[in-house]
């Protein structure tokens, strides 16, 4: 009996994406399915560790690959665990990935579809870039599932009746559309899978000859291992296209055993600050893949290395839910936390010291892997400062008020080598971004010294600016924060006593700052708000607002005045005067200039009332002259 099932709304939209890709890439399709059946084998491996009534397996349990070019179909065939009825239905009806929910939302239209495509590796159904119709027929694992056949044209609906395979496991075959006949080719059918699939460990046969390498290349000796092999490793264990930044290789025999092929990424995944998305390495043990992503391998702040880790001292018994727990796993975890460390450290050296070096200029840079991923670095000082703080402090770059993107990037070691005489801290400003942060007043002064600010943009520096409060004995300050006790020059300029203005301000603006007092901050603007000793920082205010997060009304802020500036030398004559009122209006009027330049004004509304009061006076002013 044959029964019609409908796709889910969201495979028929990425069917037709794929039927009308015009992606030039499309061989990735057999990449897609043998990666499924080596999963599968993987799977049939991991279950017949515990039981032994599965559905036996054609002799060599592997992957074979077969064509008929004059029917224009090619086949893939595994002896993994295959699927019974329910299976066939959910897993190749709806879409449970993530990753290609996530390729629905960035596809905007059908042009962005191409370049897109590659990147989140589209799973089984990537068949349909190349076939008008695709058949499967399976064989569960499991004793008493009958087996399945399921078919589809690829056009809102799908095919399931009784299938006829008596060995466990999955064939796949595919019609070749008209325009991708020649992936019937055994020659080509063999190239791609050297291309994509070499090292995967499970044998792939092409016509009857393996066509992949098949070695487990994480326990070669890691200096047989070339560049280029392990490239292209890299590329079929994280399925990206691009080369990796950085392979770290390790073998360690004692105190226990285990094998680490780990790489860092030339570009930081789309999924990277998912806190769903699944990350760590793949877990082997004994070349039995224990785990596709061993979360508990490697310290989240580290999720963005990928690779594998195979070790013969993790029991084949222990059960996923209990390789967390193991000691073993925690010593594994803490050495390759260590070596990745270890081998950023070198890249960054190498740099420092021969940065012209760089022969190959498509390869990634220390600053380009920084630039990815010091977010997560970053993140990695503020959770374990404790346990990493002297392999991370040299790893961290700053955009600085004289370092950006195009003069390179500036460590603290250099900052520090840097500072002029009189200068004892390092400093730093957060803000929005690198042009907020350079028209914000706080640096007016710093600029007219010449020293250097660290200028810092990302969400988590509030966090790692909580966190690192020290380097190499300097103190590490905000700009922005507490009194500042830098030494005047005097300009020989016009200067306003305060002594009798800044109590009174204080009390007139007394329900919007925690005081007002004369700054040494300020050469250009008559006012700017400043971060209050322990206060939240107006920065953080804002990352928290919107995080929707509730701030009660926000940290009051202290007001600090420039004492040689012509509104405050002016203010402070007046409220000398009797005319307390206009005193009290300028007085507001200040503070709202102070919170635009801050962006953080709270009552626009009267802010606007009070300007336009101010512009009818002003008007009068110039009609009267
Ligand atoms: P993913 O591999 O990321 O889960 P795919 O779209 O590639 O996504 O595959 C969807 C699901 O279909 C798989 O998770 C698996 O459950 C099932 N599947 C696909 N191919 C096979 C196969 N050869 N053997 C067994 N199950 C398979
Ligand atoms: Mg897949």
Redesign the pocket.
């Known amino acids: 009996m044959t029964v019609q099932h409908g796709f889910k709304a969201e495979v028929q939209k990425l069917l037709e994406l794929m039927i009308h890709s015009v992606y030039s890439d499309r061989e990735v399709f057999l990449r897609?399915l043998v990666?499924?059946a080596a999963?599968a084998l993987d799977k049939a491996r991991f279950m017949a560790l515990t039981r032994t009534d599965l559905v036996e397996a054609h002799a060599v349990p592997g992957i074979r690959i077969t064509a008929d070019a004059e029917a224009g179909t090619v086949t893939i065939e595994d002896d993994g665990v295959g699927m019974t009825e329910e299976e066939a239905v959910e897993n190749l009806g709806t879409i449970a990935k993530s990753g290609t929910k996530a390729f629905l939302e960035a596809v905007k239209d059908q042009e962005s579809a191409p370049n897109l495509i590659g990147q989140f590796g589209l799973?089984?159904y990537s068949a349909f870039m190349v076939a008008d119709e695709v058949t499967v027929e399976s064989r569960s694992a499991l004793p008493d599932a009958p087996p399945v056949k399921w078919v589809s044209q690829g056009e809102g609906t799908f095919e399931i009746s009784e299938g006829s395979r008596e060995t466990r496991g999955t064939k796949i075959t595919l019609h070749l559309r008209e325009d991708a006949k020649d992936f019937a080719e055994i020659p080509r059918l063999k190239h791609i899978v050297r291309k994509h699939s070499n090292f995967l460990a499970w044998p792939i046969e092409v016509d009857g000859e393996q066509a992949n390498s098949g070695k487990a290349l994480w326990a070669e000796p890691p200096s047989q291992v070339s560049e280029d092999e392990a490239n292209q490793f890299y590329k079929t264990v994280a399925m990206d296209w691009r080369d990796p930044a950085l392979r770290i290789h390790l073998s360690v025999d004692s105190p226990f055993q285990y094998h680490a092929l780990l790489f860092v990424p030339a570009e930081r995944p789309y999924d990277l600050f998912n806190p769903e998305a699944p990350r760590g390495p793949r877990l082997y043990a004994k070349r039995v893949l224990i785990e596709e992503h061993a979360r508990e391998l490697l310290p989240d702040w580290l999720r963005f290395v990928r690779g594998v880790v195979d070790s013969e001292d993790i029991s084949l018994n222990v059960s996923r839910e209990m390789v967390q727990k193991t000691p073993i796993v925690q010593k594994i975890k803490k050495a390759l936390t260590k070596r990745i460390l270890k081998d950023l450290n070198t890249f960054a050296e190498a740099e420092v010291e021969a940065p012209e070096s760089d022969d190959d200029e498509a390869k990634a840079t220390y600053e380009d892997v920084w630039r990815q991923f010091g977010a997560l670095l970053k993140e990695g000082y503020y959770h374990e400062r404790q346990l990493w703080s002297d392999q991370l402090l040299p790893l961290f770059r700053f955009n600085t008020t004289a370092h950006d993107d195009e003069t390179g990037l500036m460590s603290l070691a250099a900052y520090k080598e840097a500072m002029p005489e009189g200068q004892d801290a390092i400093w730093y400003l957060t803000a929005e971004s690198r042009q907020a942060a350079l028209s914000s007043p706080h640096l007016e002064a710093f600029k007219k010294r010449g020293w250097n600010v660290l200028l810092l943009t990302e969400t988590v520096d509030e966090w790692f600016v909580s966190a690192l409060t020290e380097f190499d004995g300097l103190p590490v300050k905000s700009v922005a924060r507490g009194e500042l006790d830098l030494e005047e020059e005097d300009d020989g300029a016009e200067k306003a006593d305060l002594s009798g203005l800044t109590p009174w301000m204080a009390e007139v603006l007394s329900d919007a700052v925690s005081g007002v007092r004369a700054s040494t901050r300020l050469t250009d603007s008559a006012v700017v708000l400043v971060d209050d000793d322990a206060g939240l920082s107006s920065n953080m205010e804002r990352i928290l607002r919107a995080a929707n997060q509730d701030v009660y009304g926000g940290a009051k802020r202290i007001l600090e005045l420039n004492p040689r500036h012509p509104l405050i030398v002016n203010l402070a004559k007046l409220h000398e005067t009797d005319r307390k009122d206009d005193a009290g209006q300028l007085a507001k009027l200040l503070l709202d200039d102070a919170m635009l330049l801050d962006g953080t004004v709270k009552d626009p509304t009267a802010m606007g009332r009070r300007l336009q009061d101010l512009l009818v006076k002003a008007s009068e002013a110039a009609l009267s002259r």
């Open positions: 897609e990666s499924n999963d799973g089984f």
